[in-house]
């Protein structure tokens, strides 16, 4: 248990539901990460934030992906009129920042989205 | 354009034998490069990382990776495999970004 939360673990969906993931870092890490992994593949990047500021969301999959950190704390993933290409291991990981951080991500344990 | 390339998708070694996953870099900057595994219904735990100074860099689990700039790699090497350390091993590279491969899957045999 790396301390990174995420809820749900397992999400199934029909096509075309919004979901919303949610993630929860370790409480004094201010960068939070998100990623997708699929079957037999490395982690892929999506966004991330710096306390409440998302730095990067170029990598977002599509408009249908939306991500939120309003306090700086907890972290949302939205996805929206899902498709079954969304089919995929959510990943979120937080790391310090700062200096000192070395960039050494915690990753939590994942939600698994399955549309159908 | 920043990429890892892991060229080994499934590599299958003997217990007790000798391993080296194999990890090739592209990146603009000086890298931060990273070693993970990640077991069937785990997540991602980070084995071993490089940011500057000592080429060779020590991990958890007896693991050791080497840092070699002039081939733009940074390959992970165990001297005796245990039948645990069967898993998926992800080789990432990145600053504020992070890229990973698409992963070498170990199968160790008894």
């Known amino acids: 248990d790396t301390g990174v939360s995420q809820n749900p673990r397992h999400k199934i969906t029909k096509r075309g539901q919004n979901v919303t993931f949610r993630c929860d870092p370790i409480?004094?890490?201010?960068?939070l990460y998100w990623y997708r992994q699929t079957l037999g593949q490395g982690p892929e990047f999506l966004t991330y934030f710096q306390n409440e500021a998302q730095l990067e969301k170029s990598r977002l999959l599509s408009d249908r992906f939306s991500a939120e950190r309003p306090k700086g704390s907890f972290s949302t993933l939205e996805i929206q009129r899902t498709e079954q290409g969304d089919s995929a291991m959510y990943l979120c990981a937080s790391l310090p920042g700062g200096p000192r951080s070395y960039n050494e991500q915690f990753f939590g344990p994942g939600t698994r989205l399955t549309v159908l | 354009a920043q990429s890892v390339t892991q060229p080994d998708i499934h590599i299958t070694v003997s217990e007790g034998a000798s391993l080296e996953l194999r990890c090739n870099y592209s990146y603009g900057a000086t890298p931060y490069l990273f070693w993970y595994v990640q077991s069937p219904g785990q997540g991602l735990q980070l084995l071993l990382k490089?940011?500057?100074?000592?080429?060779l860099v020590q991990g958890i689990k007896g693991f050791e990776a080497e840092f070699k700039r002039s081939q733009s790699s940074f390959n992970l090497r165990k001297p005796s495999v245990h039948w645990s350390d069967a898993a998926e091993y992800f080789c990432a590279v990145g600053g504020n970004q992070f890229y990973f491969g698409t992963g070498t899957s170990l199968t160790v045999i008894p």
């Open positions: 409480s004094e890490h201010n960068r």
């Open positions: 490089y940011f500057s100074g000592d080429t």
